[in-house]
């Protein structure tokens, strides 16, 4: 069985979006008309607790939201996808960055930024990014009217912590440092006595990477656990994605049989994430987390798990009717895979995705904030309302886990208007 979830992974890894870095596959349909998304409300849904319906929002005007496209991260661009199909486009307006490997990048983004800026129905706006060119990114946001309210989600590559205070009204993104010590704690729990960490130079330019590592280098040594650091080829580098992929399938096993069973396996790179789950499954290993935690990042495929599957209905033009399988029921699966496998308790990730999760909270505080439920001043936000909003969406999707949210906290300064989440994990096969 390990042997045949290896072979399909290396025939299906050409078919995965990465997060943060470009594929070169053709996205999907995902407009809704033949698609639906689970992991969130669908249209005939509703949030009673919050006022909210499948009909419309409590709001006069539309709220923008901008992701990659959902072949850079597709739990970011089905997230915008699934508040569209709840909320309707008469309210939530979804768009894409440009692609960054054509031309007038800079460009475009002014070109998109402006032409929201200058919509007056516009109320609001959501950029979940984690593109290379952010900080282009924020210097152009101030072009956009300052009465629009601003949230920006999952950001990696600013220099420093207050790279979009000056204009972002309301940050969330996951706690790296912290990810990175509860990683190790995770790890002791299920067992692992090793850490192989690979990654390569071009990612230690991004802080977020590197103050992840550093992290988890600390607590490692604080609890007497080996973290070792492996060089691996980078997937868009010199022998572009074939040498990456050949490395971790010759590497992995070497490394089991150097540093033993109990060794549990992290790569930087969004691209490589079911290669490395199906080695570690087909070598017995253990896996704690992708570099995006997600169940539906880098599992599905490293498993052979179908993301979409039919209603049983045909639309007008006699075309099945598909669906995405909801949270649960993808965690289900993958349980019952990991379990068949013998790889029960050696395998986990967070309970929910940290994409979908930093940017439907969001939105839903974004309506708060404009029905005048939270405080309108700039800087101010309710992290007691972020909070509930989060308690609220797990409960909707049905998983029973803790959204833990703080500000965040410079020279002994909180910064109210940032906020950093971690969310509990799940390990796989107990279903």
């Known amino acids: 069985m390990k042997r045949i979830i290896a072979i399909i992974t290396v025939l299906m890894i050409t078919a995965l979006a990465g997060c943060s870095e470009k594929t070169k596959n053709n996205p999907p349909d995902l407009s809704g ?144 440092k912290r990810l990175g010590e509860l990683y190790v704690m995770q790890a002791i729990t299920m067992g692992v006595d090793t850490i192989a960490h690979y990654s390569y130079p071009r990612h230690w330019a991004r802080p977020a990477f590197t103050e992840r590592r550093d992290s988890m280098i600390a607590a490692a040594e604080r609890e007497g656990i080996r973290l070792v650091e492996i060089d691996a080829p980078d997937p868009w580098g010199d022998g572009y994605r074939d040498a990456s992929q050949m490395f971790i399938t010759q590497d992995l096993p070497r490394q089991v049989e150097r540093l033993g069973m109990n060794t549990a396996f992290f790569i930087t790179d969004c691209f490589m994430q079911p290669l490395i789950i199906s080695q570690t499954i087909a070598a017995g290993a253990m896996f704690v987390l992708p570099c995006c935690p997600s169940p539906f990042h880098g599992y599905p495929e490293a498993i052979g798990i179908e993301q979409e599957i039919p209603t049983g209905d045909n639309d007008d033009y006699g075309i099945p009717v598909m669906r995405r399988l909801e949270l649960l029921e993808l965690i289900k699966a993958i349980d019952e895979a990991v379990d068949a496998d013998g790889m029960t308790d050696r395998i986990s990730s967070w309970a929910v995705s940290d994409s979908m999760m930093w940017t439907t909270i969001g939105f839903m505080y974004t309506v708060e904030w404009l029905n005048g439920n939270v405080p309108r001043e700039r800087g101010v936000i309710d992290l007691e309302v972020l909070r509930r909003l989060a308690m609220e969406y797990t409960a909707l999707l049905g998983v029973d886990t803790v959204v833990t949210l703080d500000t965040l906290t410079n020279d002994g300064e909180a910064i109210g208007h940032y906020v950093l989440g971690v969310i509990d994990y799940h390990v796989f096969g107990r279903g």
């Open 33 to 176: 008309q033949h698609v639906t998304n689970g992991g969130l409300l669908q249209s005939g849904d509703s949030d009673t607790s919050n006022g909210l319906s499948a009909d419309r929002l409590p709001i006069t005007g539309k709220i923008v939201i901008i992701t990659n496209t959902d072949r850079d991260n597709k739990d970011e661009f089905l997230s915008a996808v699934a508040l569209v199909l709840r909320f309707g486009e008469d309210y939530v307006v979804h768009k894409t960055w440009p692609d960054w490997d054509t031309g007038g990048v800079e460009r475009n983004i002014v070109d998109l930024l402006q032409g929201i800026s200058e919509d007056l129905e516009v109320k609001a706006l959501i950029l979940s990014s984690s593109i290379a060119g952010e900080m282009f990114v924020i210097d152009a946001l101030n072009n956009v009217r300052d009465d629009i309210f601003v949230v920006y989600t999952a950001p990696l590559h600013f220099r420093r912590f207050d790279d979009v205070d000056v204009r972002a009204d309301l940050i969330i993104r996951t706690d790296v």
